[in-house]
């Protein structure tokens, strides 16, 4: 017979043994030289230390297929509305704490919280009570912060932060994005 095709070699070795291909492997230098040659290999392969695909590796695979981790709806709404969040409660804070230490004193910001007295007294109160001792605590640390003179300084930081935020947001972080794809 013919000599038999790689796969009925490779079947062979599987252990799925024809009887004819058995009796020609046994008559045929050539096919026992094969089949020599495939079960080394496959030994060899099997002994071969393979290492954990690298961290880098696996991302530069999946790169490449093309996949993109699916990111919620929900997550990137929040992730973008972050630093818009952090900034506001600066603000929140800053305001409460001016207003508190009386720095709005005599200008309108602080007014519209006393027109609804009866309802936010009580609320204000409380808040009022754990602002002024953070309060008191940050003007220990940042008296200047807390002059009058100065608040001209604070409002600057707060929109020196807020354009950091920014910056972050709609220029360093495109930046990043597109070095990561
Ligand atoms: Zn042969």
Redesign the pocket.
């Known amino acids: 017979m013919n000599?038999?095709t790689m796969q009925q070699i490779l079947d062979y070795i599987d252990g799925f043994r024809e009887n004819a291909i058995e009796l020609?492997?046994r008559t045929?230098a050539?096919?026992r030289t094969k089949i020599h040659a495939v079960t080394n290999m496959e030994r060899a392969i099997r002994q071969f230390p393979f290492d954990e695909p690298s961290a880098e590796f696996t991302l530069r695979l999946i790169r490449r297929l093309g996949i993109r981790k699916s990111v919620s709806l929900g997550w990137i709404i929040a992730r973008n509305l972050a630093p818009v969040f952090a900034l506001s409660f600066v603000v929140v804070v800053l305001v409460l704490v001016f207003k508190v230490t009386g720095t709005f004193a005599g200008s309108n910001v602080g007014e519209p919280v006393t027109i609804s007295e009866t309802f936010v007294t009580s609320l204000n109160n409380s808040i009022s009570a754990g602002v002024s001792s953070f309060s008191l605590g940050l003007e220990k640390f940042f008296p200047f912060a807390f002059s009058k003179q100065n608040y001209g300084f604070t409002a600057l930081v707060v929109v020196v932060l807020g354009i950091v935020a920014m910056l972050d947001k709609f220029v360093f972080a495109p930046i990043w994005r597109k070095r990561m794809e």
């Open positions: 000599h038999p020609h492997i045929c050539g096919c």
